[in-house]
């Protein structure tokens, strides 16, 4: 016999799981998924909701388990519930203090048997992939990803808090900012466009309307290698200060870092990271500051080699495993600074102590390696219409972005920042594509 589901609904509040403590000894309404059922038994049935909100554990009455529908109750199968909400006396790490009396459960839609189980005990990685939609339901993922959430909100209290405003860059751009072979081309009605790797050039021309501006945005790299490190597409904080000094670039970007750690720590996140990576600790300031000629003596001095045996010589470009054994050794936040000018970007600023080198710096975070890239820009029209010359670019197409020098430049300087990169320090998670919802990586593109 069906049971009328109004007889059970007058007076229950509608709440969400994280509303479960302020609701105690109320008659509730609650919806969700079934995470796992722990017990069924013929007149006791217990299994946990979740919500995104929490996790709530449910004890379903005498009477309805013996409605033998609940009994093919599957995990991951979607129910909205009635009951009472009681403390427990009990706390499970996850779980809230508080469960639910259900005594009237409407099935929404019910999951195949087992649930996701068959991933569940899996390590094969392409399955694991290609099923990245139903991975994302297990708790480690989910609270990464929630970590993530906090994150992007804290990054953005932190820059409107010093009156930095957002900008929203396009992604689909016409020049080459990297070398092409780097960047994605696509169709654009026609036209050969590119992915941007970076929204740089428009955080510059923002300065002079907004001041201080960041952005969150995609960022496309056509990354063949298949290194822990590196996605195809990832979100890249960005943002662009006027009027400032390298020292005051450096001082920036680690109050940038403290700051967010402070405030992620905080935040409901916090206890997340706790327990994804009990042994966090805040780095200290102030950073440490190598320049880049120290790190290829540093390097030398620790034998440690390229890949062919042989060492680093000073104007070569440090790859991502040298520089993450100098940083795991060191076990603190590096700054990496002052790169010849042979292996950056045309675009940044010269040193003025010497002209081979560059006001740029790289932030090195222990066992994620490079999380920041920074530099001052070149500010005089003349110098940087020399150096686009010198790279051999068509200066037709940035006339926008050379204009900025024009028309009232100003000294100024910004910085790129992996969210991903950035993601598994703090969860200290060890590849990068586990922090994304759905990466794109080479050979990973389902879901
Ligand atoms: O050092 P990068 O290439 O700097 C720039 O793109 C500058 N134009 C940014 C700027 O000054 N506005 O990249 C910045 C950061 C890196 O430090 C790294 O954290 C991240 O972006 N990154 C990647 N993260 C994941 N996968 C990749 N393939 C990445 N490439 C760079």
């Known amino acids: 016999m069906e049971i009328s589901e109004e007889l059970y609904s007058s007076g229950a509040k509608c709440i969400k799981i994280y509303q479960s403590k302020q609701n105690r000894d109320e008659r509730v309404k609650v919806s969700g ?59 499970k790490s996850t779980l809230d203090s508080h469960e639910l009396i ?49 994150l992007l909100q804290v990054i953005r209290d932190h820059y409107f808090e010093r009156k930095y405003h957002e900008v929203n860059p396009p992604s689909i751009i016409t020049y080459k900012m990297e070398e092409a ?22 955080l510059e021309i923002s300065l002079p309307t907004l001041g201080n501006v960041f952005c969150v945005a995609e960022s496309f790299r056509r990354e063949e290698t298949k290194s822990r490190r590196h996605l195809a597409e990832y979100t890249h904080v960005e943002a662009e200060c006027a009027f400032i000094t390298f020292n005051d670039l450096l001082n920036n970007l680690e109050e940038l870092i403290c700051d967010i750690v402070d405030k992620v720590m905080k935040s409901p996140a916090g206890p997340l990271i706790k327990d994804l990576n009990p042994n966090f600790t805040p780095p200290k300031r102030p950073f440490r500051q190598i320049d880049y000629a120290e790190a290829i003596i540093y390097l030398k001095e620790h034998d440690i080699k390229k890949e062919d045996g042989s060492y680093f010589e000073f104007g070569e ?86 204009d900025q020098r024009k028309f009232g430049t100003c000294p100024h300087g910004g910085y790129g920042l992996g969210l991903e990169r950035l993601l598994t320090w703090l969860c200290n998670w060890h590849h990068i594509k586990d922090v994304c919802l759905c990466p794109r990586l080479v050979g990973s593109f389902q879901p």
Request: net charge neutral; aromatic share 10%; charged share 30%.
């Open 181 to 202: 072979d780097n960047m994605f081309k696509v169709d654009f009605f026609g036209e050969p466009m590119y992915l941007t790797p970076s929204s740089q050039f428009y």
């Open 33 to 91: 998924w079934v995470h796992c059922i722990k017990k069924r038994e013929k007149d006791l049935m217990i299994f946990v909701l979740r919500d995104g909100t929490g996790y709530l554990q449910v004890v379903v009455d005498d009477k309805l388990c013996e409605i033998g529908n609940n009994f093919l109750l599957t995990p991951e199968s979607t129910v909205t519930l009635y009951g009472l909400i009681r403390k427990v006396p009990e706390i």
């Open 317 to 402: 470009d440090i790859p991502e495993m040298a520089e993450r054994k100098m940083t795991d050794q060191m076990k603190e936040p590096i700054f990496l600074c002052r790169f010849p000018a042979s292996i950056k970007m045309f675009h940044m600023k010269r040193c003025p102590e010497n002209e081979k080198l560059t006001q740029s710096v790289d932030l090195l975070l222990p066992n994620v390696g490079e999380v920041i890239g920074a530099s001052m820009r070149r500010d005089n029209y003349d110098e940087l219409l020399e150096a686009f010359h010198q790279d051999g670019l068509d200066t037709s197409l940035y006339y926008w972005y050379t």
């Open 102 to 150: 259900c005594d009237y459960l409407k099935l929404i839609g019910l999951a195949p048997a087992g649930g996701i189980d068959f991933i569940s005990n899996n390590k094969e990685s392409k399955l694991l992939s290609d099923n990245r939609h139903l991975v994302i339901r297990r708790e480690k993922t989910s609270k990464i990803l929630k970590v993530r959430s906090y």
